[in-house]
């Protein structure tokens, strides 16, 4: 598809099995060669969400195009299309890693010749050439996942959908799978669902996420975007070598950009609309005495959103509240308190 093509329009999906509600409305988009992050703890629906998305579930409400194609009356062709790495490797320890990638391969519609060729360069590509003709019963869990992962790429899909692609791997592996995903967007222009715990990991790759608990949708935007709906101000603080005078702190709150000023132990935390007012709290300080010697503005990281959204998800499933999901297509983010 296109850059920038709509690869994944889904609305309202709902699943459910015995034991509860899995997912409730979901609503979410993704364009060709980003990269989307599904957030939230065991439980959330993030691996349903990819189930159903892949046309493995069908759902109890809601509609979705993945690729242009129904999931749930096309999946057999959609998956021709995309690649699937579960958290669990899934291999077939009578085989060989080659083999497990050559059956697949021929599953696929791929010649002998070709799964054993694509297979070969891909587990080269992992560091597990000099493992291709050893069974996997004996592999680690990193091993295990570096085949699966190769399985997954096999026939060079549209459309990724990762859970867990480094859980398991030692710190190299797991650089080098987080630079294959980001060569595969930004290079290949592929799309990528991609499943995480680890938020370093996902504000990284991910141009999106979508944070998701109990089933819901909490938030989907940009990191960035989903910062400014949380904090409507822009902290700073200010080390003047001791806490700020009460008379300081006063003429900082008195300025009419500033929102909120307090004493910290070695000067002063100020919470300004804009970035762009920081030079003016600062010549505020000197121009009434204060020696500033070093300004430390706070920009909240993705674990500082993702927290957050995590707080008032879990406010508001106290409260009984019933946030709906965010809108297909939305461009900033969509926030439930």
Partial sequence: MGDGALVIDCEGLTRSFPSGVALDGLTLDARAGEVIALLGPNGAGKTTTMRLLNGVLHPDHGRARVLGLDPWTQGEELRRRTGVLTENAGLDERFTALENLEFVGRLRGMTEAEARRRGGDLLERFDM????????QGFSTGQRKRVALARALLHDPEL??????TSGLDPAATRDVVDLIGSLANDLGRTV????????????????????????????GTPDDLAAELWSSFEVGLDLGAPAAPGLVRHL???PFVRQATATDDGARVHVGDRKE???????CVAAGASVYA?????PNLEDVYFAIEAAATAAATAGAEPPSAPAGAAGPELVP
């Fill in 278 to 284: 920081v030079p003016v709290v600062v010549a505020a």
């Fill in 129 to 136: 050439g000099d493992r291709a003709d050893v069974k996997v």
């Fill in 253 to 255: 709150a008195e300025l």
């Fill in 193 to 220: 669902v991609l499943c995480t715990h680890f938020l370093g990991e996902a504000g990284h790759l991910a141009s999106r996420m979508a944070v998701l608990f109990h089933g819901r949708l909490h938030a989907f």
């Fill in 295 to 299: 300004v430390d503005p706070h920009d």
């Fill in 160 to 165: 990724l959908f990762l859970d867990e692609p």
